[in-house]
C-alpha cells in the first residue's frame, strides 16, 4: 500500500507571478526574452541606506474579485501572492475551481515568506505613535501567515496549511513540500510558492546593514552580474510567484494541460552560519543529489540548472564548486544561468519564481542567459550561458536555492511523459 502510494506523480497545471518584469508570468518570460530588468536606481541615503538598485513594482495588483472582508486584512507581500495565486488558478482550472474537482479536504495551501508583513507592522504602529490610531487588522497585518491564509480562505482551501520561513530558500521548499504532501497521499491539489515585499526604510535598512546588498552605485549592469568578477551583492526586489499543483491521473481525468512535472526534491541544512554558506559544501551537494535520486534521474539527464546566483562573492562561488562536486563530469557540460540578473533577489519568492521559468523553459525550449555576465570570475568556470539566450533539447530542469540560516533547497522539474 505505502509504495503504491509513494508512487504517485506530482504535476504542475498553473502558475502565476507577480515581480518588478511584469504583473503575469507571460509579462515576466517577455522582459527576460527581451534581456530587460525589473530594478533600478533609488536613492535612499538620506535613510541611511548604502545600496542604490531596487527592484519595486509600481502597480497594485488588481483584487476585485477578492472578497473586501480578505482584501482589506492583507499585508502587501500577501495581496502580491494572492495576485499570483489567481493567475495559476485561472491557468489550472480555466473558469472553474478546485471544488468542481476535488473535496476540499484534500485541497492545501503552503506559502511562505522572509520578512512577512515587516512593513505593515512599522507603519501601523509609527501612525498609532503620531495619531493614536492605528489599524484593528495590525497584528493580521504582520502575521507570517496571512498570505496561506488568504488563499485558503479564498477558494476554499480547507486540506493541509503550511507557512515555511526559510529566507531565500522558502519558495522552493513551499513547493518541495506541496510535492511530497500530494506524492505521500495525504493532499490531491496544493497551492505552494512565496512572497516578499520590503519598502519601508526600517526594513531596507535591515538587511543593507548586513553588507549583502549590492554596493554599486551608479551602473546597473554591475548591480547584479552573477558569477562576474564584478559581483558585489545582491537587489532586492519584491515580488510574488505561486504554483498550482496536483496529482497526475486525478489532473489528467479531469482534462488539465499538464504544463510540467515534479520529479524530485531535496533539502539539507548547512548547520554552519546565519549568512555564509557551509565552507564543506555538504548539505548543498547532498541536496542536489537527493533532487536527481529522487527523480530517479542521472546528473547527464539534467538539460538545464537555474542557479541560485544571487551575484555576492560568497554564494556564486561556494555554487559553482557544489554543483561540480555534485554532478561530477557532468557539470562541466551543464548550460546554468541566474535570472535574478534580470528579476533581482525575490527573496522568499525567488524559488517559486524561478520553477516557474524552468517551465518556462520547457516550454519554449530555450535557456535564458546570465545578464551582465561581462568579465566573468574564472573560478566560476561552468556553463553560465553568457551573451544571448540559448535554445535546446530540454526534457529536465534543476532549480537550486540557497538561504539564509543554512536552508538549500532544489527541485527538478521536467516534462511529464
Request: glycine content about 10%.
Amino acid at each position: 500500500m505505502n509504495s503504491l502510494v509513494l508512487k504517485r506523480r506530482v504535476v504542475v497545471t498553473g502558475y502565476g507571478a507577480v515581480t518588478p518584469l511584469g504583473m503575469t508570468s507571460a509579462e515576466n518570460w517577455s522582459a527576460i526574452m527581451g534581456y530587460r530588468v525589473g530594478y533600478r536606481y533609488h536613492d535612499w541615503s538620506d535613510m541611511g541606506i548604502r545600496a542604490r538598485f531596487f527592484g519595486l513594482i509600481d502597480e497594485e495588483p488588481n483584487l476585485k474579485k477578492v472578497p473586501a472582508a480578505i482584501r482589506r486584512r492583507l499585508p502587501r507581500f500577501a495581496r502580491l501572492v494572492i495576485s499570483a495565486a489567481q493567475e495559476a488558478m485561472a491557468m489550472a482550472f480555466q473558469q472553474g475551481s478546485p471544488a468542481d474537482y476535488y473535496d476540499s479536504l484534500e485541497c492545501g495551501t503552503i506559502i511562505g515568506s522572509g520578512w512577512a508583513g515587516q512593513d505593515e507592522t512599522h507603519i501601523n504602529y509609527e501612525d498609532y505613535l503620531r495619531t493614536k490610531l492605528g489599524s484593528p487588522f495590525g497584528c493580521i497585518l504582520s502575521m507570517p501567515n496571512a498570505a496561506t491564509a488568504a488563499c485558503s480562505l479564498n477558494w476554499g482551501l480547507r486540506g493541509y496549511q503550511n507557512t515555511p520561513i526559510a529566507a531565500c530558500a522558502t519558495g522552493t521548499i513551499a513547493i518541495g513540500d506541496a510535492f511530497e504532501a500530494i506524492r505521500s497521499g495525504r493532499a490531491s491539489m496544493m497551492l505552494a510558492g512565496g512572497g516578499e515585499s520590503l519598502r519601508t526604510s526600517a526594513a531596507v535598512w535591515n538587511i543593507d546593514v548586513l553588507g549583502a546588498l549590492t554596493s554599486e552605485q551608479s551602473e546597473l549592469s554591475k548591480a547584479c552580474c552573477p558569477f562576474s568578477l564584478d559581483r558585489n551583492g545582491f537587489v532586492l526586489s519584491e515580488g510574488a510567484a505561486v504554483l498550482c499543483l496536483e496529482e497526475r491521473e486525478a489532473a489528467i481525468s479531469r482534462g488539465a494541460a499538464i504544463l510540467g512535472e515534479i520529479k524530485g526534491y531535496g533539502a539539507y541544512s548547512d548547520a554552519f552560519d546565519f549568512t555564509a554558506p557551509a565552507e564543506d559544501k555538504i548539505a548543498r551537494v547532498k541536496t542536489i543529489q537527493r533532487a536527481l535520486a529522487q527523480a530517479e534521474l542521472k546528473p547527464e539527464q539534467i538539460d538545464y540548472i537555474n542557479a541560485h546566483g544571487t551575484s555576492t562573492l560568497l554564494n556564486d562561488l561556494n555554487e559553482t564548486e557544489s554543483i561540480k562536486q555534485a554532478l561530477g563530469d557532468a557539470a562541466w557540460n551543464m548550460p546554468i544561468s541566474s535570472t535574478k540578473s534580470y528579476s533581482g533577489h525575490l527573496i522568499a519568492a525567488a524559488g517559486s519564481f524561478e520553477s516557474i521559468i524552468c517551465l518556462q523553459v520547457l516550454q519554449h525550449q530555450i535557456m535564458p542567459a546570465t545578464h551582465h555576465l561581462n568579465n566573468a570570475d574564472p573560478q566560476c568556470d561552468l556553463d553560465y550561458i553568457r551573451g544571448e539566450h540559448r535554445p535546446g533539447k530540454l526534457r529536465n530542469t534543476l532549480n537550486l536555492s540557497f538561504g539564509f540560516g543554512g536552508a538549500n533547497a532544489a527541485l527538478v522539474i521536467g516534462m511529464s511523459d
